[in-house]
């Protein structure tokens, strides 16, 4: 039996550890990743360590947190991984020259792995910088910690699918689809309960995380729990505010107009331009009550294509500032 520990920060991790790690698995028949934290890390440790811990189920992954930085080739690491691993420690793998010096103080062999990153030239310092300029190298796992969300907000037959789908496909999909709609084609007849809304909002934030790992950026959203909140309001004459508990506000909402033709829809309940714009007052009333940051589209299907862009050109711009907890 041959056991084998990687000692890195990975923070975060990208497709060259994974690569290293892969390729690890094949020189050990237990690996064990020591995942080195501090409690000021810009991605807390416990982040990083659920991350390592979906993509390499089969390895042990030990966080250690010191309450400063502790550099990896810091010669302390030896005994702190003795105390972490006390089984012995056949080899050492990594990517670097402290590498060399770590396995002969574990009396352990090493492997220097791709030492000069030519297969995947990624760097999780330039990462943190610009996640957007390296989202390829990003781990899917890793990416809704950078994303920025968009979110197409508005009364019905405004144009949300249609936006969704057109931002997607000129920025990089897939968008998140808004779940109401196959809910309503298959629920049974009769007045909505307030727990039929809990199921839409299920469903949809289960889409979401599904959807986000394999989006761009930016994550295009057809709706949210906040509109699903004004349909409450709509179909039950109430608020429900265990429901509004459920709402995480996306980066930047568009906010769709009602002055669009109203297109017939077996799906669809308020088609009367009273109705439609009743909707609009509330989900705007709901955007302000939350303090959410939103653009109102309005125009022709030209103007409101060329005010999202816009939008969404603009949030490229800056990368999404770390995240707390």
Known sequence: MTNGVILGKFMPPHLGHLALIRTASYLVDTLTIILAASDDDPIPP???????????????????????ELATDDPAWADIIRQ???????RVIGSEGYVVQLARALNAQHFILDPMWMAFPANSDDIRKDPF?????????????????????GPESTGKSFMADFLATRF??????????????YRKLGDYRAEELHFIVDGHIAHRKTLSMMAGPVLFEDTDPLLTAVW???????????????IDLPDHYLLLDADTPWEDDPLRYYGKQEMRQKFFTKIKAKLDQFGAKYTLISGSFAEREAQAIKVVETMYKSPKGPKIG
């Not at 982040?47 to 309450?67: C, D, Q, S, T």
């Not at 990089?172 to 084609?185: F, I």
């Open 46 to 68: 416990e982040i990083r360590k659920g991350w390592m811990e979906n993509m390499f189920p089969l390895a042990r992954v030990i966080l250690h947190v010191e309450n400063t």
């Open 84 to 90: 972490l691993h006390p089984d012995s420690i056949d």
């Open 133 to 153: 300029q390296h989202w390829k190298s990003l781990p899917r796992v890793v990416k809704p910690w950078y994303q920025k969300r968009l979110t197409l907000i």
């Open 172 to 185: 990089g999909g897939p968008y998140v689809p808004e779940y109401g709609r196959p809910y309503e084609k």
């Open 232 to 246: 409450a309001e709509m179909l039950l004459g109430h608020s429900l505010p265990d429901l509004e508990s459920r």
